[in-house]
Nanobody, 115 residues
């Protein structure tokens, strides 16, 4: 079965960096795109980065230039490098993929940006 397991969250000061990882299993990793979503307390889950099978990425305006998504097909892992973090980036971050029409989510990893 499809599984997505995130790691790498934590507490970081404003302006700091974190790298999130999402290890995938149960599907042909290099045949599917993946995304990272963030959900702040009391808010809807929203896309922060997406990468396709060719490695092309796109980002919403509020993280463009600060976040970078990448994938390592040999390790079945997708990463999210988060730089210049702001308090408003505080959220649970989820990895997501769509396989044969079904949407799969990981369990999430908490990122807290605070001094």
């Amino acid at each position: 079965q499809v599984q997505l397991v995130e790691s790498g969250g934590g507490l970081v000061q404003p302006g700091g960096s974190l790298r999130l990882s999402c290890r995938a299993s149960g599907f042909t990793f290099n045949s599917y795109g993946l995304g990272w979503y963030g959900q702040a307390p009391g808010k809807e889950r929203k896309l922060v980065a997406r990468i396709n099978i060719g490695g092309s990425a796109n980002y919403p305006d509020d993280v463009q230039g600060r976040f970078t998504i990448s994938r390592d097909n040999a390790k079945n892992t997708v990463y999210l490098q988060m730089n210049s973090l702001k308090p408003e980036d505080t959220a649970v971050y989820y990895c997501q993929t769509v396989v044969q029409g079904y949407v799969y989510w990981g369990q999430g990893t908490q990122v807290t940006v605070s001094s």
